[in-house]
């Protein structure tokens, strides 16, 4: 257990669906990230928020739209998904966001877009 | 832009023995930080081990050390006495150390069996 707590573990949605994916940290850290973990691709990062600020956006589709209530909670919400954004989404928290830092991850979302 | 390389898909050792799984990695810049992350089949990624650039002397963590050769780029893992615990898929990560990037650079990873 890292401290960081992903919900759901498992979503299957249509591509008309909304949802949203949940992530919690525990660890009293500042800076949240979204991952895409795509099948034989690298880990994509796609979102940075420090201090509830966005502070990265890395090119990604506004079908995908972040959200950072506070420094404890981020949302990934979805919405007219495509088959291609069938992934694991992985969340990660660090202390403030430096360089050296240690991120900690959640156990994903496995997303299936049908 | 950096790009981080691992060129074995997969990989095996016999429990006990040692493996070494290999990273090199594409930049400019001078002084950067090196990761090796696991993820076991929780799927939760975790740090096994980084080194800083800047520092000759190659890190260690227990039964996990590394060969760090900046002039060639390259940044393998080593594990010794192979536990199958230690079965997972392992990514090696650069981040660079420009102030305000946040940005992990990860490999395609390699796929460590253990077999007992």
């Known amino acids: 257990e890292t401290g960081v707590t992903q919900t759901p573990r498992h979503l299957v949605m249509g591509m008309t669906n909304k949802k949203s994916l949940k992530c919690e940290q525990h660890?009293?850290?500042?800076?949240m990230y979204w991952y895409k973990q795509s099948a034989k691709k690298p880990l994509e990062l796609m979102f940075v928020?420090?201090?509830?600020?966005?502070?990265e956006n890395n090119s990604v589709p506004s079908r995908f739209s972040p959200e950072c209530p506070n420094s404890s909670h981020l949302f990934l919400h979805l919405h007219t998904l495509q088959p291609e954004d069938s992934a694991l989404y992985l969340c990660?928290?660090?202390?403030?966001?430096?360089?050296?830092?240690?991120?900690?991850f959640g156990s994903g979302t496995q997303l299936s877009v049908l | 832009a950096q790009t981080v390389t691992q060129s074995q898909p997969e990989m095996s050792v016999q429990e006990a023995e040692t493996v070494t799984l290999s990273c090199t990695y594409d930049?400019?810049?001078?002084?950067?930080?090196l990761f090796w992350y696991k993820q076991p089949p929780s799927r939760q990624m975790i740090l096994v081990i980084r080194?800083?650039?800047?520092?000759?002397q190659n890190a260690t963590e227990n039964r996990f050390s590394v060969n760090f050769q900046k002039a060639a780029k390259s940044f393998s893992l080593k594990i010794s006495d192979s536990q199958l615990g230690d079965a997972a898929m392992y990514f090696c990560?650069?981040?660079?150390?420009?102030?305000?990037?946040?940005?992990?650079?990860f490999g395609q990873g390699t796929r460590l069996t253990i077999n007992p």
């Open positions: 990660a928290s660090s202390q403030d966001g430096t360089v050296n830092e240690k991120l900690f």
């Open positions: 660890l009293g850290h500042n800076a």
């Open positions: 928020y420090n201090f509830k600020e966005q502070t």
């Open positions: 930049t400019s810049e001078s002084d950067y930080y």
């Open positions: 080194q800083e650039a800047y520092k000759q």
């Open positions: 990560a650069y981040r660079s150390i420009i102030q305000g990037a946040q940005k992990l650079v």
